[in-house]
């Protein structure tokens, strides 16, 4: 019976939220980004005979931590650019995952000496009671973006009662660059329940400077969902998948607009363990099904964004079961094909009662080029790496000229 009362009232938050957002307000382009004029060094132009790109000397990536909060568990760390340059990184940290000691911190990366600020508290779970006038149990999943005006935000998921599928999203603004923060105010995306509408990837911009939040459900049904929003109000959202296999999107812009989104997978036993994927052709009102993305996913986050030169980039556990192995990814930007350019963490050689989880990578490029990643290290720490433009390009040339030697083997033999 309590079943079907709670069926019941999705089915009615849907009819009502559906008649809410039924104003239609007219969906903008997706903004794009202008695509770099290449050179003969560049991803995209690389080939097997072009081995000069290997032969120069490329520093290697840089590696350090983020700062220490006290805090035994850490965990859903992002990035974002502030205006002078440098980078803000965000990220959750308590005794566990969902405790009530859980708070949400900030620090501050200078590029030029390539150290971390000491950390600082952005919310914790009584900020957020007292913000938003309601009992919060448990907070996480920090996403920063950018108003039209240049105002930081920063999106992050509140629990009231249960477990994440209870979340829903809630957003505060700072005038000075993360420094200060507002009153957090909750994002209205159903006005019955409001109920398990979690964030994790970063937003999309329009060209008419409003944001699409790829958000996604976790209660009864798993799926995608693409929320068009104004200011901190929801003013329209889509389905983006459907089912219970199908979280955590992250899209890829093709242009105004053609995206693409791929998907945590959380299928059931049996069915493939690979990354799911979604298309729409229409600035994201309308999205289809598309055949997977044939790398393996183990029910685990994933990052990726776009490079000037075209060039996309997937940070992710590339594994069916586990995620003890993390990968580094490319692809040209017009084929699917991916290539692994490096493991930047593997411990399957230890025995499975000794592997380290690395996963919840995030991905930012402050100049279109060089590339920020963070994640999760064994949920103790919070793992920073960053990859100049010239070690891409090397290391992509690299890839693709031991892919095509191992090919040419295949055909002598």
């Known amino acids: 019976m309590s079943r079907v009362i709670a069926i019941c009232f999705l089915f009615l938050a849907a009819v009502i939220g559906f008649l809410h957002i039924d104003s239609r307000p007219v969906w903008a382009p997706f903004a794009i980004a202008s695509v770099e004029q290449v050179d003969d060094g560049a991803i995209d132009d690389v080939t097997p005979k072009n081995k000069s790109a290997m032969k120069v000397n490329v520093p290697a990536s840089q590696s350090n ?30 005794s566990r995952e969902g405790a009530a000691d859980v708070a949400i911190y900030s620090s501050v990366y200078d590029t030029r000496s390539g150290n971390w600020s000491a950390p600082t508290v952005v919310m914790d779970r009584i900020s957020a009671e007292k913000g938003l006038s309601r009992y919060i149990a448990k907070l996480g999943n920090p996403v920063p973006s950018r108003l039209a005006d240049g105002r930081l935000q920063l999106f992050f998921v509140t629990v009231s009662i249960g477990g994440w599928a209870g979340s829903s999203i809630s957003v505060v603004t700072s005038n000075d660059e993360g420094l200060t923060w507002s009153k957090p105010q909750r994002l209205i995306s159903s006005p019955l329940l409001n109920l398990s509408t979690l964030v994790k990837s970063p937003p999309i911009q329009f060209n008419d400077g409003l944001l699409g939040i790829p958000a996604y459900h976790e209660w009864i049904g798993r799926f995608g969902e693409f929320l068009r929003v104004d200011a901190g109000q929801v003013i329209d959202k889509r389905r983006m998948s459907s089912g219970r296999s199908a979280i955590q999107p992250l899209v890829f812009v093709n242009d105004a607009q053609d995206a693409s989104a791929y998907f945590r997978q959380t299928r059931s036993s049996g069915l493939p363990k690979q990354i799911p994927v979604s298309i ?90 060089g590339v920020h990643l963070v994640c999760t290290w064994d949920r103790k720490k919070i793992r920073h790496r960053y990859f100049s433009d010239a070690w891409l390009k090397q290391a992509y040339s690299k890839a693709f000229s031991v892919e095509a030697e191992a090919s040419s083997k295949e055909v002598l033999q």
């Open 65 to 94: 931590w983020l700062p220490d909060t006290g805090a035994p568990s850490v965990h859903a760390a992002s990035l974002t650019a502030l205006k002078d340059g440098a980078v803000r990184a965000f990220w959750f940290a308590g």
């Open 280 to 369: 729409t052709q229409n600035s994201g009102q309308a999205w289809l099904q598309a055949p997977d993305l044939t790398i393996a996913n183990p029910n685990s986050a994933i990052a990726g964004l776009v490079l000037n030169s075209g060039a996309r980039i997937l940070v992710l556990n590339n594994i069916e079961i586990g995620r003890y192995r993390l990968a580094l990814m490319m692809n040209d930007g017009k084929s699917e094909q991916w290539r692994t350019i490096e493991l930047l963490e593997d411990d399957e050689a230890a025995p499975e009662i000794q592997r380290k989880e690395f996963s919840y990578p995030y991905l930012l490029s402050v100049d279109g080029g």
